[in-house]
Nanobody, 124 residues
């Protein structure tokens, strides 16, 4: 059983930056692909970014490419999401997720473990 705890959310003005972190415990962190998803009010949870087990490959949804960067530290059991040039449409609860995944990194149902989420609010 893997436990995930997100941190780093908050309120920021448009154009600003935030860095989200996710700390994992209770499993072999390097066995899991890690992803970030987000859910805005009234909308479905959507894929944001993912990183393979050994950080050899990263994936992003089109709307965040060039602005967000996902990274992981397998020695510290953490995954991070650096978010730059934030826009009001990035406002959402951001969730960290872990799964045994080799393809379809953007498939929400393929992730087995989820954190509780952290709120990101971008004001215009």
């Amino acid at each position: 059983q893997v436990q995930l705890v997100e941190s780093g959310g908050g309120l920021v003005q448009a154009g600003g930056s935030l860095k989200l972190s996710c700390a994992a415990s209770g499993g072999t962190f390097s066995s899991y692909a890690m992803g970030w998803f987000r859910q805005a009010p009234g909308k479905e949870r959507e894929f944001v970014a993912a990183i393979s087990r050994r950080a050899t490959t990263t994936y992003y949804t089109d709307s965040v490419k060039g602005r967000f960067t996902i990274s992981r530290d397998n020695a510290k059991n953490t995954v991070s999401l650096q978010m730059n040039s934030l826009k009001p449409e990035d406002t959402a609860v951001y969730y960290c997720a872990a799964g045994i995944i080799y393809t379809n990194y953007d498939a929400r149902n393929d992730y087995s473990y989820w954190g509780q989420g952290t709120q990101v609010t971008v004001s215009s």
